[in-house]
Every structure is written in structure tokens, then in C-alpha cells.
């Protein structure tokens, strides 16, 4: 064995065909190990250090080194400063430790089974192209380590601090663990591995993006965020293999990507075990412990159910689909341009369902919650297809404004707000109970010959048709409501004379009066309403007379009998700017 000392300034040093001992002191020292089992130790400063064929031991000592394995089992220890340590294209099995400082540690296209040790400090471990099991310890600091492009089934530990741990593009089982920090653990685009990926304490992100193998996810303690997407549609046969994820301790986040998917998506949720499937052909995502989802679904026909959270899900880019928000505030889309058929349900919650720019038939319900519920700027009517909307309980806000179909609008229970505003169109506007604000304004019907159909329900309701140019009908319900007419003949409709005191805006000569013959009793027959039944002043003046228009008033009353003695006249109407009003302008049915 021969020993080769340095001096304390910048020494070359060579070994020869034996095992060597190389120490180089001080100075920038560059050591060669040769043939043999060589010991290489930097000494102080920044040296490098190459081993060369053999088993070679390798020390950097203090300073910035580069240490360099080449063939055989080498170890390579950094120690202080921030060290370069590389085996790369070895066939060895290799020990390199970076130690302390920020170190950068390669063990590229090698085909051993190397262990690769940050230590201290911020450090790079990066096994790409490689065909062994490796493992990569980054230790304390915010390191970042790799297994990319790799073949064989390797293990990857964060350690403590924010890290970066990525097999993606590989084919091997690799195990990833982000230990404690934030960590970013990325298997995407891999070929056919089962990956085991565990984020540890913190607030973890992991990537699975066009993943061809089965993987387990499992997110520890703290927030995390999965995503997930299938692989591109031709590239594999099955839309995404099975997938495992475990959220964890915390409010974590899943990201699921179907939209290349080649079969359509059927998912599930059990709201007491929070547990969700969801199948796709013959594979499955199995997820637990997820308090937030976002899906995309595929252009086929889905099935997507929400979790107990605030949920986001997206039907995809066509397919006939079923989505159900399930608890929490969730946001529903249909995508612009689908022809497809879709029902949307918000479940309770707050809950906002999207369907504009579709040429498709949509049901929206909102279900429980202030909800809104959008199919605004719909082109059905070329393709015969409407859209129906439902707020259910709550305060909802429902809108088809600028569409073209036959649109029906229920907001339920609440106090809620229905559009149809500058659409073409048979629309009908159902407020519910509550004190809601029903508008058609500015919108017309296919060709000016239908109608529009407006009805306030419950509640002390504002019904506005302004500059509709459609036939409207209009009927406040029980409460005292506003009616606005529009443009062309508007019908105001009473059922019976004590539904409450209603306001009436623009009435003109072209307009009329709707009377329920049933609900407001007097003898009054289905047909027009004959001439003595009628009367301008302000009480009725014979036993026939049952309407009576106050023109200094705009007071529109009901008698029954016509005397005054046994049923005494009701306001059920105010006419706003005393237009006038003749017989000629009721209806009865």
C-alpha cells in the first residue's frame, strides 16, 4: 500500500495500480486514485477527488469538493461545505454522503444499488436514468431529490424540512416519504410502477399526472393537496389504473384530471365513513379522509357525487352527465359548447351550478342553501332543447339570460331572484314562496306569437317584463306584488280578489285583465266580461256591476254583489299612472 501526502499548497496527486492512501492537506488539492482500493482524503479548502477503478473510499474534509466514484462500491463523503459527490455510469454499489453543507449528489445511469445521504444543509440527490434500488435520504434542509427516467425500485426519505421528492417518468415500485415539512412528492407520467408515497407532517402536495401504474397515497398530518389526471388517450387502453388516497389529519384537497380519459366516470360517497369511489372502466380511485374535491370529468357520460365539503366538479367536454355536489358549498359546471343532456344537483349547501353556452336540455337544482344557478347565453332552441332550474330551499338566484329555448325557472322556498332577460324563447318564472324579483326584460318569444309566463307564488313579489317585446303573462300570486309590463299584450292574472293588493307599471290599451271565474265568485262566467259588470267611479252603483276603476286613483275593486250590504268591495289591483280601462280589457276564466 502506498501513502501519498500533500503539502499545504496546491498538490496533483497520483496513485498508482495498488490500493492507495491520498491525503492532500491544505491548498486546492487534486487526488487520483488509480487501480486499487483507494483511500482519498481532500484535507482542507476545495479539492477534488476521483477514485478511479476499484473500491474507493473518499473524504472531501472541509471546503467545497468534488468527489467522484467512477467504477466500483465506492463511498464518497462530502463532510463539511457544499460538496459535489458523483458515481455516475457506475455498475458498483455506492455510499455517497454529502454531510454538511448544500450538497449535490449524482449517481446517473448507474446500474448498482447506491445509497445517496444529504445531511445537512439543502441538498440535491438525483439518481436519474439509473437501473437499482437506490436510496435517497436528503436528512435536514429543504433538499430536493430524484429518481427520474429510472428503471428500478427506489426509496426516497425527505427528512426534516421542505422537500421535493420526484420519480416521475420511471417504471420502478418506488417508496416516497416526505418525513416532516412541506413537501412536494411528484409520480407523474410514470410507465407501470406501484408506487407507495407517504407526505409525513405538513402541508404536502402530491402529483400523480398521467399515471399509468397503481399508486397509494397517503398524506399524513397537516393540509394537504393530491392531483391526480389520466394519461393521454393514446397512450393506454384503461382511462386510469387504480389509485389509493389517504388524506389524513387535516383539511386536505383531491384533484382528479379524467378529460382524456376513453370511458366515462361513476363515482360514489358515503357521508358517514367519508369514503368516495370512483370507477373508471375497470380501475378505480379509492380516497378517504378528503375534505375538498375537484373533478373533471370525461367526454363520455359521468356520474360525479361530491363529499361532505367545497367541492368543485366539472362534467367535462361532452357525454350525457349526472352531478350531485352533495353537503358543502360546491361550484357545478357543464362545459360551453356540450349538446349533451346533464342533470346538476347542488345538495345543501351555497352551492353555484354553471351550464352557459350549451346547446344541450339541463336540469340544475340547487337543493337546500343560498344558491346560484347559471344557463345564461344557451343556444338550445336550434337543437329543441330547454333548461330547467330549480333553487329549492334558500335564497337562490336563477338565470338564463341571453339564451335561446323554452327555459323553466322555480326558485322554491326563499327570497329569490329569476332572470330571463334579452332571451328568445318560451320562458316560464316560478318564484315560490318568498319575496322574489322575477325578470323577462327585453326578451322576446321565437316570433312574437307566444308567451312568457311569470308567476310570483308567495310572498310580495316584483315581476318586471320592461321592454319585453313577447306576450307576457304575469301573475303576482298571494302577497302585494309589483307587476311591469312590457312592450306587447301583457295578461296580468288574479285568481281570487284577496291574494293581496298588486301594483301594475305600463299598462296600455293592448293589455288585459285575467280574472279566474272560480276564485272570485259575483256570477262571473268563463268568456269576456260583459258591459254592465263594469263601472268608472268608485263603488258600484248596481247589483250587476263586479269591477269598479277609480280614475282618479288608478284603484282597481272587487264587489261580489254588487250592493254594498252583504260583501263589501276589495282593492286587489292599483293601477300605476291611471291609464285607461274599459271592459274590453278583462277576461274572464
Not at 28 to 55: E, F, I, S, V
Not at 379 to 404: K, M, R
Request: with cysteine; glycine share 18%; net charge negative.
Amino acid at each position: 500500500m502506498t501513502i501519498i501526502h500533500g503539502t499545504n499548497s496546491n498538490d496533483y496527486l497520483y496513485g498508482g495500480d495498488e490500493s492507495d492512501t491520498i491525503k492532500g492537506f491544505a491548498g486546492y488539492d487534486y487526488l487520483y486514485g488509480g487501480l486499487g482500493d483507494d483511500y482519498l482524503y481532500g484535507g482542507l479548502d476545495n479539492d477534488k477527488l476521483y477514485g478511479g477503478l476499484g473500491n474507493d473510499k473518499l473524504y472531501g474534509g472541509e471546503g467545497n469538493d468534488n468527489l467522484n466514484g467512477e467504477q466500483g462500491n465506492n463511498s464518497l463523503y462530502g463532510e463539511a461545505g457544499d460538496d459535489t459527490l458523483d458515481a455516475g455510469n457506475s455498475t458498483g454499489n455506492n455510499l455517497l454522503d454529502g454531510g454538511e453543507g448544500n450538497d449535490e449528489i449524482y449517481v446517473y445511469s448507474s446500474s448498482g444499488n447506491n445509497t445517496l445521504k444529504g445531511g445537512v444543509g439543502n441538498d440535491i440527490l438525483d439518481v436519474r436514468f439509473s437501473y437499482g434500488k437506490n436510496i435517497l435520504d436528503g436528512g435536514s434542509g429543504n433538499d430536493q431529490l430524484y429518481a427520474r427516467y429510472s428503471q428500478g425500485n427506489n426509496t426516497l426519505r425527505g427528512g426534516s424540512g421542505d422537500d421535493y421528492l420526484g420519480v416521475d417518468l420511471s417504471a420502478g415500485n418506488n417508496v416516497l416519504n416526505g418525513d416532516d415539512g412541506n413537501d412536494i412528492l411528484d409520480v407523474s407520467y410514470q410507465w407501470k410502477g406501484k408506487n407507495i408515497v407517504s407526505g409525513g407532517n405538513g402541508n404536502d402536495i402530491f402529483y400523480a399526472y398521467g399515471v399509468q401504474g397503481a399508486n397509494t397515497l397517503n398524506g399524513g398530518s397537516g393540509d394537504d393537496s393530491f392531483y391526480i389526471s389520466s394519461p393521454s388517450a393514446d397512450t393506454v387502453v384503461h382511462p386510469l389504473v387504480t389509485q389509493t388516497v389517504d388524506g389524513g389529519i387535516g383539511n386536505d384537497y383531491l384533484y382528479i384530471d379524467y378529460s382524456t380519459a376513453i370511458a366515462g366516470i361513476t363515482s360514489s360517497f358515503n357521508t358517514t365513513t367519508k369514503q368516495g369511489l370512483i370507477t373508471a372502466d375497470t380501475n378505480q380511485v379509492r380516497y378517504k379522509n378528503i375534505e375538498r374535491l375537484n373533478i373533471i370529468g370525461t367526454s363520455h357520460d359521468d356520474i360525479i357525487v361530491g363529499g361532505n365539503s367545497d367541492d368543485i366538479i366539472d362534467g367535462g367536454s361532452g357525454g350525457n352527465d349526472t352531478l350531485n355536489g352533495g353537503a358543502g358549498n360546491d361550484i357545478l359546471i357543464i362545459r360551453d359548447n356540450s349538446r349533451s343532456h346533464n342533470t346538476v344537483y347542488g345538495g345543501a349547501g351555497n352551492d353555484s351550478l354553471y351550464a352557459n353556452g350549451t346547446a344541450g336540455t339541463n336540469l340544475l337544482d340547487g337543493g337546500d342553501g343560498n344558491d346560484y344557478l347559471s344557463a345564461k347565453n344557451n343556444y338550445s332552441y336550434f337543437f329543441n332543447a330547454s333548461q330547467t332550474l330549480i333553487g329549492g330551499a334558500g335564497d337562490d338566484t336563477l338565470d338564463v339570460s341571453g339564451s335561446y329555448g323554452n327555459n323553466f325557472l322555480y326558485g322554491g322556498a326563499g327570497n329569490d331572484f329569476l332572470y330571463a332577460d334579452y332571451s328568445v324563447g318560451l320562458h316560464r318564472l316560478d318564484g315560490g314562496d318568498g319575496d322574489d324579483y322575477l325578470s323577462a326584460k327585453s326578451s322576446s318569444s321565437r316570433f312574437i306569437i307566444n308567451t312568457h309566463i311569470l308567476d310570483g307564488g308567495a310572498g310580495n313579489d316584483i315581476l318586471d317584463v320592461g321592454s319585453a317585446r313577447a306576450k307576457n303573462k304575469l301573475m303576482g300570486g298571494t302577497g302585494d306584488d309589483i307587476l311591469i309590463g312590457g312592450l306587447n299584450e301583457d295578461t296580468f292574472v288574479f285568481k281570487n280578489y284577496h291574494e293581496g293588493v298588486d301594483r301594475i307599471y305600463n299598462f296600455d290599451h293592448l293589455d288585459r285583465i285575467q280574472i279566474c271565474a272560480v276564485g272570485f265568485g259575483g256570477d262571473l262566467s268563463p268568456d269576456s266580461l260583459s258591459v254592465g259588470q263594469f263601472t268608472l267611479g268608485t263603488v258600484a252603483t248596481t247589483n250587476d256591476q263586479r269591477f269598479i276603476y277609480d280614475t282618479s286613483t288608478g284603484a282597481l275593486y272587487f264587489d261580489q254583489d254588487g250592493n254594498g250590504s252583504g260583501f263589501n268591495q276589495v282593492k286587489f289591483a292599483q293601477l300605476d299612472g291611471i291609464p285607461s280601462l274599459s271592459v274590453s280589457n278583462f277576461v274572464v276564466v
